[in-house]
């Protein structure tokens, strides 16, 4: 494992330069905020030694290195999934190398149902902390020490001042972001209404495919995290409707922009 994430940091190395300190990853429908990064060179997935490939619509598969807010960003437009059939190790993949190329940021997209009351389509959520309901864990196996420790305390998974500049930011700009508990479930059906009534009962606030797995191992990896959901469904009792991937991505667009303007200013100010 950790001959393969040299070799594939190495890889990098050559093709970047100069090594940004932040890294971010682009979920459904927000692939196109790469749109923002400037003077970008991309690398499809499939020229990576050892990354997986991306197989969902809506999930490029390319890394991209350029700036967005006058920095320079690492940028993964297309993440992997455990539905796919990957292991937890082939999801996290990424992560590791971006650990061996020294990010310090990590900044994590999603789209998610929301199922709290207060959350309508197209709104955005700072997720504060979330419940792993995924059936394997991304740290299963034999814990290598130059890696992380045994044990990751995860009480602040989420970066305090990170989300605290978010709002910040949010309040200037006039955006209206949410805040809440993410919920992770392996998918790829969506939920049935029990199933969201369950989760709201539970803690949560949103539901999603993906995202923390990558927040387990940034945090054993010593990173600082900040993640979004774009609230793309309603998983609430009364505003269930049925739901497509395509509406998912439509939704996720939508508030695209907004999201765009939070990332490009928290990433001129860390």
Do not use: C, W
């Not at 923002?36 to 490029?60: A, L, M, Q, R, W």
């Not at 199933?195 to 606030?205: A, T």
């Not at 509406?247 to 907004?258: L, T």
């Amino acid at each position: 494992m950790l001959e393969t994430i040299k070799q594939t940091a190495d890889y990098l190395k050559g093709k970047i330069g100069e090594i940004p300190n932040t890294a971010i990853i682009l979920g459904t429908g927000l692939g196109e905020l790469a749109n923002e990064i400037e003077e970008k060179n991309e690398i499809p997935y499939t020229e990576i030694p050892n990354f997986p490939v991306s197989t969902v619509e809506g999930h490029s598969g390319k890394l991209i290195i350029g700036t967005l807010g006058g920095k320079k960003v690492l940028a993964m437009q297309g993440r992997f999934h455990y539905y796919e059939g990957y292991n937890m190790q082939e999801v996290t993949f990424p992560i590791r190398v971006f650990q061996a190329l020294g990010i310090e940021y990590l900044f994590v997209s999603n789209a998610a149902g929301g199922m709290n009351s207060s959350f309508d389509v197209g709104d955005i959520m700072l997720i504060e902390d979330h419940i792993n309901f995924f059936p394997e864990h991304p740290l299963r196996g034999k814990n290598f020490e130059e890696l992380g420790t045994r044990f990751p305390d995860m009480s602040a998974a989420y970066d305090k001042e990170l989300r605290q500049m978010a709002m910040d930011i949010a309040k200037e700009k006039n955006i209206k972001l949410q805040h809440g508990v993410y919920v992770g479930v392996q998918g790829p059906t969506f939920e049935t209404p029990a199933e969201y009534n369950f989760f709201r009962i539970m803690g949560g606030d949103a539901v999603g495919m993906s995202t923390v797995p990558e927040v387990i191992v940034a945090n054993h990896a010593k990173m600082r995290v900040l993640a979004f959901s774009i609230i793309t469904d309603l998983g609430v009792l009364g505003k269930i409707v049925e739901v497509s991937h395509e509406e998912v991505q439509e939704a996720a667009k939508i508030a695209q922009p907004m999201m765009a303007e939070i990332m490009r200013t928290i990433i001129q100010r860390v």
